[in-house]
């Protein structure tokens, strides 16, 4: 079965760090662009970041740049994504996301359940 | 960045009717948007990528129009468990970006 877990989530204190994971199965995870994406409590989606294949490319959102870092280990087949200098702005279910397709580049077709990340003193 | 606006915000319709939702982009997108639907206390779902194509296991029913800057997500028959939030979503440019959602709701 193809899955994506996440883990690592919890409460925080503004200006703190907290770093998240993603297991994934049942799928060739190398083959896969992986994204993060988060959804505060009542609001929409917002996409976080991605990185490609082989870890060298990398997308933020201007919102999180130079505070949060995406990475992954294919021997391991995980996603993380670090998360510092906290505000109360982040606080959101971050999902793991899956990009499908021949390229491995496309829409999100696999996404984890999400993992809450208050942040708040 | 690419602003994508859904419309309406929310559609009240009973089971049985057709539902037409609308996203449109500030900037051509090509065919590279998707839809989404999200139901309460669950991740999204991806129901039609690349503008027209419907993702595995998703219904007949749904079918997605459109290229450019205008899109639409057709629900040709409301079943009950299709009430919930949809989204558009472009991968032309980054950042990629959602829209705002619409929210499906039983009349």
């Known amino acids: 079965e193809v899955q994506l877990v996440e883990s690592g989530g919890g409460l925080v204190q503004p200006g703190g760090s907290l770093g998240l994971s993603c297991a994934a199965s049942g799928f060739t995870f190398s083959s896969h662009c992986m994204s993060w994406v988060r959804q505060a409590p009542g609001k929409g989606l917002e996409w976080v970041a991605s990185?490609?294949?082989?870890?060298?490319?990398?997308h933020y959102v201007d919102s999180v740049k130079g505070r949060f870092t995406i990475s992954r280990d294919n021997a391991k087949n995980s996603l993380y994504l670090q998360m510092d200098s906290l505000t109360a702005e982040d606080t959101a279910v971050y999902y793991c996301?899956?990009?499908?397709?021949?390229?491995?580049?496309?829409?999100?077709?696999?996404w984890g359940q999400g993992t809450m990340v208050p942040v708040s003193s | 960045e690419i602003v994508l606006t859904q419309s309406p915000a929310t559609l009240s319709l009973s089971p049985g009717e057709r539902a037409t939702l609308s996203c449109r982009a500030s900037?051509?997108?090509?065919?590279?948007l998707a839809w989404y639907q999200q139901k309460p206390g669950q991740a999204p779902r991806l129901l039609i990528f690349?503008?027209?194509n419907r993702a595995t296991g998703i219904p007949a029913r749904f079918s997605g129009s459109g290229s450019g800057t205008d899109f639409t997500l057709t629900i040709s028959s409301l079943e009950p468990e299709d009430f919930a939030v949809y989204y558009c979503q472009q991968r032309s440019k980054w950042p990629l970006t959602f829209g705002g959602g619409t929210k499906v709701e039983v009349k």
């Open positions: 690349d503008a027209s």
């Open positions: 996301a899956r990009r499908g397709g021949a390229t491995g580049w496309g829409a999100f077709d696999i």
């Open positions: 900037q051509s997108v090509g065919s590279l």
């Open positions: 990185i490609g294949q082989d870890g060298s490319e990398k």
